[in-house]
T-cell receptor
Framework: GQSLEQPSEVTAVEGAIVQINCTYQ??????LSWYQQHDGGAPTFLSY??LDGLEETGRFSSFLSRSDSYGYLLLQELQMKDSASYFC????????????WGLGTSLGVNP | GAVVSQHPSWVICKSGTSVKIECRSL??????MFWYRQFPKQSLMLMAT?????????EQGVEKDKFLINHASLTLSTLTVTSAHPEDSSFYIC??????????????FGAGTRLSVL
């Protein structure tokens, strides 16, 4: 089967750094994506890794280790507006390159 | 940036009626669009993948006669929930991927449609 695991909840304070881990077990791996979703809103793309290593985009970075079937999203200089759900999603290498989604991590940022 | 418009955002209907939801890519062409369903505090569940000009591919357990998908152009896909019942009440979200999507396979999402069936 295909599955992704990530923590259900994480809490941090403003200005802190948070790492959200994701382990996956899928067939036909193409890449790992991260999406952010605020309550009642649409998911928005944050980051993508196809190869091992770190990708940095502003305050957000994402890491992938294909040999370990593991990745993480790193959020730096946390702000209140970062309170949201974060999903890791594997891009399936099969037809249509569909996303296989994790269950999401609810991040709460406190003052 | 790439914008996906989804309408309506809210719909309330009586049991037994059909509801159509539209998903449009406004500033890019989308060969492939995806339809998801999401329950409160849960992940997105892929219902079907829609390719322009061909039949949709449904995920296991999704009734294709219940959820009709049409992708008639590179900018429009529609989902029709036929003979809706209260158990179909949910948040439905579409996404679109650019024709020239590059290597990141980014999906751009609509704002979602909250369906309530009475």
């Amino acid at each position: 089967g295909q599955s992704l695991e990530q923590p259900s909840e994480v809490t941090a304070v403003e200005g802190a750094i948070v790492q959200i881990n994701c382990t996956y077990q899928t067939s036909g791996f193409y890449g790992l994506s991260w999406y952010q979703q605020h309550d009642g809103g649409a998911p928005t793309f944050l980051s993508y890794n196809a190869l091992d290593g770190l990708e940095e985009t502003g305050r957000f970075s994402s890491f992938l280790s294909r040999s370990d079937s593991y990745g993480y999203l790193l959020l730096q200089e946390l702000q209140m507006k970062d309170s949201a759900s974060y999903f890791c999603a594997v891009i399936n290498a099969g037809n249509n390159r569909k996303l296989i989604w994790g269950l999401g991590t609810s991040l709460g940022v406190n003052p | 940036g790439a914008v996906v418009s989804q309408h309506p955002s809210w719909v309330i209907c009586k049991s037994g009626t059909s509801v159509k939801i539209e998903c449009r890519s406004l500033d890019f062409q989308a060969t492939t669009m995806f339809w998801y369903r999401q329950f409160p505090k849960q992940s997105l569940m892929l219902m079907a993948t829609s390719n322009e000009g061909s039949k949709a591919t449904y995920e296991q357990g999704v009734e294709k006669d219940k959820f009709l998908i049409n992708h008639a152009s590179l900018t429009l896909s529609t989902l029709t929930v036929t003979s809706a019942h209260p158990e179909d009440s949910s948040f439905y979200i579409c996404s679109a991927r650019e024709v020239a999507g590059g290597t990141k396979n980014i999906q751009y999402f609509g704002a979602g449609t909250r369906l309530s069936v009475l």
